[in-house]
């Protein structure tokens, strides 16, 4: 398995999707991945040399919004107990590293510190690119451990805009990319004049 099919697998394992059947055409990795109530869904990736960390994170997103929309009635009652689950947990001592091996661990730390946080989006980009880097799964918990244990904060383009304006640029930035249409410069100048990078 090559390194762009590692990481549509990891994507599809991230947003909690099963995966069907993964396969190359042309310059894409393209992946058929099934939600909880039986449906399937196509996605892709671009398969350069370099990776497309945006487009990654765009298509990330689609499939975890694919996961939500699909969700078996009884599934999404196990999550919502869970997550009272944790917020229960929230005030307790507990290691959230508990899936990363102490090297793991460590080579994500070092890695975080190379890292400008402003080439990446979110959190969640973040957290594919050092799953990428140790060819392991690793968790937002683990990021956010990794940050709070070497000390680097969370860049303030991370937080979601409260600008109605903001968020409906960046829907319709994250659809024209999904459907591979080009901004035109006036758009793109107010894509990055609102949502900085």
């Given at each position: 398995?090559?390194?762009?099919?590692?990481?549509?697998?990891?994507?599809?394992?991230m947003a909690e999707l099963a995966?069907?059947?993964?396969?190359?055409?042309?310059?894409?990795?393209?992946?058929?991945?099934?939600?909880?109530?039986?449906?399937?869904?196509?996605?892709?990736?671009?398969?350069?040399?370099?990776?497309?960390?945006?487009?990654?994170?765009?298509?990330?997103?689609?499939?975890?919004?694919?996961?939500?929309?699909?969700?078996?009635?009884?599934?999404?009652?196990?999550?919502?107990?869970?997550?009272?689950?944790?917020?229960?947990?929230?005030?307790?001592?507990?290691?959230?590293?508990?899936?990363?091996?102490?090297?793991?661990?460590?080579?994500?730390?070092?890695?975080?510190?190379?890292?400008?946080?402003a080439n990446f989006p979110n959190?969640?980009?973040?957290?594919?690119?050092?799953?990428?880097?140790?060819?392991?799964?690793?968790?937002?918990?683990?990021?956010?451990?990794?940050?709070?244990?070497?000390?680097?904060?969370?860049?303030?383009?991370?937080?979601?805009?409260?600008?109605?304006?903001?968020?409906?640029?960046?829907?319709?930035?994250?659809?024209?990319?999904?459907?591979?249409?080009?901004?035109?410069?006036?758009?793109?100048?107010?894509?990055?004049?609102?949502?900085?990078?």
């Amino acid at each position: 398995m090559d390194r762009r099919q590692k990481d549509i697998m990891t994507m599809a394992q991230m947003a909690e999707l099963a995966a069907v059947r993964t396969e190359k055409r042309g310059n894409r990795q393209f992946i058929t991945c099934r939600a909880d109530n039986s449906v399937e869904r196509e996605f892709s990736i671009n398969l350069s040399g370099r990776g497309d960390p945006r487009g990654d994170q765009n298509e990330l997103s689609a499939m975890k919004r694919f996961a939500r929309e699909n969700a078996d009635q009884n599934q999404t009652k196990k999550r919502e107990t869970l997550t009272m689950a944790k917020a229960a947990d929230k005030y307790t001592v507990k290691s959230t590293t508990a899936e990363l091996t102490p090297v793991d661990f460590y080579k994500v730390c070092e890695w975080l510190k190379a890292q400008p946080l402003a080439n990446f989006p979110n959190k969640e980009a973040l957290t594919l690119g050092a799953a990428k880097h140790i060819g392991s799964t690793v968790t937002d918990a683990d990021i956010t451990t990794a940050m709070d244990t070497i000390s680097i904060s969370e860049p303030p383009h991370w937080s979601e805009p409260t600008d109605p304006h903001a968020i409906l640029v960046r829907e319709l930035s994250t659809m024209m990319k999904e459907l591979g249409v080009n901004a035109s410069p006036a758009f793109a100048r107010l894509r990055d004049k609102l949502l900085p990078a």
